[in-house]
């Protein structure tokens, strides 16, 4: 076969279509924390419809129910564990370093 027409052909290979996140039986509210947790990164960003493959309908669903446990503190705004330890390391760097300088 010529290169040419190897370009325009598709390729037999098959592929395992992915389950949809949301089954048909969950219900997306802001006490599912299960549910809700799935659609929220390490820093507490609500993920894309792209990253989630939600659809339209379920994706605002989902938003609506996180900023929701939100407000009514079942989740944070913000995930500041790593900064938290971040933050530790360098003040007891710091506080070392003050005690060297005094001798």
């Known amino acids: 076969m ?3 027409k190897r370009l325009f052909l598709k390729s037999k290979r098959s ?5 949809p996140p949301i089954q048909s039986g969950d219900r997306i509210d802001y006490k ?10 390490e ?13 339209l309908k ?14 009514l503190s079942s989740l944070p705004f913000l995930n500041n ?6 933050s530790e390391s360098t ?5 070392l370093r003050k005690k060297k300088n005094r001798n």
Do not use: H, P
């Not at 592929?15 to 389950?19: A, T």
């Not at 379920?58 to 407000?71: D, P, S, V």
């Not at 564990?81 to 971040?86: A, G, L, P, R, V």
């Not at 003040?91 to 506080?95: L, M």
């Open 32 to 41: 599912n924390m299960g549910l809700i947790s799935r659609f929220i990164s």
């Open 81 to 86: 564990e790593k900064q938290f330890e971040k």
């Open 43 to 55: 820093q507490g960003k609500i993920l894309s419809r792209r990253v989630n493959r939600l659809t």
């Open 91 to 95: 003040a007891r760097t710091t506080t």
């Open 15 to 19: 592929f395992r279509r992915r389950l």
């Open 58 to 71: 379920q994706q605002r669903l989902i938003t609506i129910a996180i900023k929701q446990a939100r407000i």
């Open 2 to 4: 010529e290169k040419s």
